[in-house]
């Protein structure tokens, strides 16, 4: 009896610890996510879950890079009881549609549960090919596909070096299909391409023809290139994924054909272009990188004024071609004339055959003496794809005549040859001085040193030098004190340090920008510990905004940056490089007073 009661007691037990452990586990709180499939053809959708089995808070989904969310989240939400047993269970569910063929990882998503943070189990993905699918939906892509092409239209595929080219984005459209919406998944960067986009405002249908068969299309992107660099160029792909209405085998109430919708990603595809390099022969000394078809003058607002009043001279270039890539000649004056610094005008439009316009400086020049000045002759070159020949322009001399005003011996220059042996007049503040009337003259005899003039101030110079002393002492004593001061100056040493090296190479374009982004990117190196080199202009603007620097400096930063990288394919003068110079010093000091 003893020994049936041990055994009772302990089955007991054991039952009682099942219990337990199972009542334990009913209660344990769990998030996962579940994929439909773990492989799938590119042309394929993908369905995953984030289930949990008790409700919570901030659900936070991962990227999915490699995918575009077509459709989610969706929420639902089973709860039952079975044998006093209560079950939950919440799910958030997407549809994702891969955007390239290889292996991809879905990161943890988070979410928070009786304030504790849970996460997913991160899952891979294959993504391969596009597979052959059985049913409606799969017949639909098929049909989208061959019903539906973006195409990239070239003007050229082998231009000169800062020739105009042309590409024009279309998109095909079959009569059996209808396009209801689509949105730009990947926008090509023109790399070693000045770009100029012109705006498509409004979307045409027109009729054409592609692959020997009629379809509608329509225009979405025009852009106007400029090579900056000879040889193979690529041009980036555009990406759309496009809404489509595809007809089934079925049949309304009134006999009319059922459409069905599906999401395609149709791809312009690359494009090369072999850019050709300038001749060489016959290149002027004055090219300075012109290349189309131009006019070129020089012309004043009037020839005959006084002394002291102004004219204005323009230096204009129209015409087609790369009018913002290109520095315009410089006049040359006789010194008797002041010239102001030139402002540059522009009137460009850009069209698919590339910029047409003018470009020009307007000089202000004021004659300082009565005579005759001459505007000499000034050359201007440029390239002519069409004809594959450069040619130059010249403009006609322009004589100005100061009709009054205060005579120069060198105003009068009509005739050099008639003063080829005269001298100006050059004129300075000390043409007329007092007559002295002290000689300053000096005994040749030797003086004795004491009771000299310089005894008394070797003997005085120790007493004058103790409140000197004084007063220098606290001076140093209120400038250790003064701390934004020190740190004013510590930023001003820390920015000529970095730019030192650029400051040598002022006047060298490609030599200092390199010099400058170094010099920009080496600052950050030291004050931050990393390596923003390798980081994009995008991750570097935040990075400074999460150490609080002004949103005016980081910008004035970004913009150093992006003037380094336009500077290799455009021509900067010395001027701009000056500017950027002391802006990039500026910046420097201002971020290192915030870090």
Request: charged fraction near 25%.
């Amino acid at each position: 009896m003893n020994r049936s009661v041990k055994h009772f007691v302990a089955l007991a037990t054991l039952l009682f610890f099942a219990f337990l452990a199972k009542a334990q586990d009913s209660g344990a709180i769990t998030f996962e996510a579940k994929l439909s499939k773990e492989q799938l053809g590119i042309n394929e959708r993908l369905r995953i879950d984030f289930t949990m089995n008790k409700d919570g808070d901030n659900f936070n989904p991962p990227n999915f890079e490699g995918f575009n969310v077509v459709m989610g989240p969706s929420q639902s939400i089973s709860s039952s009881w079975v044998n006093g047993v209560r079950s939950y269970s919440k799910t958030y569910s997407y549809i994702l549609m891969p955007t390239a063929r290889g292996k991809f990882t879905i990161n943890q998503a988070t979410i928070v549960i009786d304030g504790k943070t849970y996460k997913s189990l991160p899952l891979e993905v294959e993504v391969t090919a596009a597979v052959e699918r059985p049913g409606e939906e799969a017949s639909a892509d098929a049909v989208a596909d061959d019903n539906l092409h973006l195409v990239a239209e070239v003007s050229k595929t082998g231009p000169y070096l800062n020739e105009a080219i042309s590409v024009v984005y279309k998109l095909f459209v079959s009569p059996s299909i209808n396009v209801s919406n689509f949105r730009a998944l990947d926008n090509p960067k023109y790399n070693n391409f000045w770009s100029q986009e012109m705006p498509v405002t409004k979307y045409s249908v027109q009729n054409g023809v592609y692959e020997g068969k009629s379809y509608r299309y329509v225009i979405l992107k025009r852009v106007v290139l400029y090579p900056q660099k000879t040889g193979e160029l690529e041009i980036e792909p555009l990406s759309l994924e496009v809404t489509v209405d595809v007809p089934t085998n079925k049949r309304d109430f009134f006999g009319g054909k059922v459409y069905t919708s599906t999401n395609i990603t149709v791809s312009a595809g690359r494009r090369n272009i072999m850019v050709k390099e300038l001749p060489t022969e016959g290149k002027p000394n004055n090219f300075s990188g012109a290349v189309g078809n131009f006019n070129f003058s020089v012309t004043t607002t009037k020839t005959e004024l006084n002394a002291s009043e102004s004219l204005q001279a323009k230096v204009e270039v129209s015409g087609k071609g790369n009018l913002k890539l290109f520095q315009l000649p410089e006049l040359s004056l006789p010194s008797a004339l002041e010239v102001y610094e030139p402002e540059f005008n522009e009137g460009i439009r850009t069209t698919t055959e590339g910029m047409e316009g003018s470009v020009s400086n307007n000089y202000t020049i004021v004659p300082s003496f009565k005579g005759k000045y001459p505007i000499p002759s000034i050359a201007f070159s440029y390239f002519d794809p069409e004809t594959e020949k450069y040619r130059s322009l010249n403009s006609a001399e322009i004589m100005v005549n100061v009709i009054d005003g205060p005579n120069s011996a060198s105003a009068n220059t009509t005739n050099p040859a008639t003063f080829s042996n005269q001298k100006s007049v050059v004129v300075t503040g000390d043409q007329f001085n007092f007559i002295k009337t002290k000689p300053g003259l000096k005994s040749v005899t030797a003086n004795s040193f004491f009771g000299s003039t310089y005894f008394y101030i070797w003997l005085l110079l120790p007493i004058l030098l103790i409140p000197i002393a004084i007063v220098f002492g606290k001076k140093r004593e209120a400038i250790a004190s003064d701390l934004v001061g020190n740190k004013i100056k510590k930023a001003n040493k820390l920015a000529r340090k970095y730019l030192s090296a650029a400051k040598k190479t002022l006047g060298d374009k490609d030599a200092f920008y390199i010099a400058l982004e170094k010099a920009l990117h080496n600052y950050l190196k030291a004050k931050l510990k990393i390596e923003t080199s390798e980081f994009s202009k995008d991750k570097i603007e935040a990075l400074l905004a999460k150490k609080d620097i002004e949103e005016g400096s980081i910008q004035d930063f970004i913009s150093l940056l992006k003037n380094c990288e336009l500077a290799r394919y455009s021509p900067f003068s010395e001027v701009q490089m000056q500017d950027d110079y002391n802006k990039a010093s500026e910046v420097i000091s201002q971020m290192d007073k915030q870090l």
